[in-house]
């Protein structure tokens, strides 16, 4: 085996880990996988001569890529997602699948974070990496880089925005309504729907930019069975400004939040958050429970 071969096989010892820490900072397949290349080319020019700890060395590589890429996007305002790599298309069954590994919610979440929020909370909670070691990458003391993690650990659990959050309780029973909403939604259960409802549920939406209401259970129903045959796939359970609610996210993607206001075991209102200004100002977090 010459030295490239074993260079190579090396790499791909590690290419699986590497591709995990890439989509969890940014969220998408493709951009994981340039990522992931990227730092494939950078080993290749510089060996792996005077390098201890290969693994070490090509996460901070694929960290410091991704933190670039997070930097440029926040400056830039782009959503991401939106833009063919250059290296190939978006295969959504593909990002469907990855996203639904990671956890929607988490990847939304992650989103509202600073890009070296991100990166600490990534590296040290889903990746175990030392603080010592990823104190350099976003130029940090290792203490500041644990101050980063734990204000985004406190925004992943719904904790950074202060608001306060319902009880764990009161959240076990809105979860039961919702998923009992979301269940009769996908399997197009009309009677199921209305069983969740008030018999005057106001249901508010700001799609295309100007807010509408309904009223009434039965048109409620409708149109909740007409939004799921589109969006049911993507739809998961969250927490949105401290409420269990639920957020559709193609492939992690934030398009639209469903916050829900409940009596007892009826659902009384729903709102419909679409409006990017509106998405940003919730406070969204993994739901636990």
Do not use: K
């Amino acid at each position: 085996m010459n030295d490239n071969e074993w260079l190579a096989r090396r790499f791909e010892e590690q290419r699986g880990q590497l591709r995990g820490v890439a989509y969890r900072m940014l969220g998408s397949g493709a951009e994981a996988d340039d990522a992931v290349q990227e730092a494939w080319l950078r080993l290749n020019r510089t060996g792996a001569d005077g390098i201890d700890n290969l693994g070490g060395w090509l996460t901070t590589v694929v960290s410091r890529i991704c933190l670039d890429q997070l930097q440029a996007r926040r400056v830039r305002r782009e959503q991401p997602l939106e833009e063919v790599p250059a290296l190939g298309v978006v295969d959504p069954e593909r990002e469907a699948l990855l996203a639904d590994s990671v956890g929607v919610a988490l990847l939304v979440v992650l989103e509202t974070l600073t890009p070296a929020e991100r990166l600490t909370f990534v590296l040290h909670d889903l990746f175990a990496v030392p603080f010592e070691e990823i104190a350099p990458i976003v130029d940090r003391t290792p203490v500041a880089a644990r101050q980063l993690a734990s204000r985004a650990r406190r925004r992943v659990q719904g904790q950074g925005q202060g608001r306060a959050s319902v009880s764990e309780v009161d959240q076990v029973a809105q979860r039961e309504v919702i998923e009992a909403f979301l269940a009769a939604a996908r399997n197009g259960d009309f009677e199921a729907l209305v069983a969740v409802l008030d018999p005057d549920v106001v249901v508010r939406s700001d799609l295309g930019g100007v807010t509408r209401a309904i009223r009434g259970a039965a048109s409620a129903a409708n149109g909740a069975l007409a939004a799921a045959a589109a969006s049911a796939p993507s739809a998961h359970l969250a927490l949105v400004n401290g409420a269990v609610g639920f957020v559709v996210a193609p492939s992690g993607r934030l398009e639209r939040a469903i916050c829900f206001t409940i009596d007892g075991r009826t659902i009384r209102e729903i709102d419909i958050v679409t409006d990017p200004a509106r998405l940003d100002q919730l406070d969204l977090a993994v739901l636990t429970v």
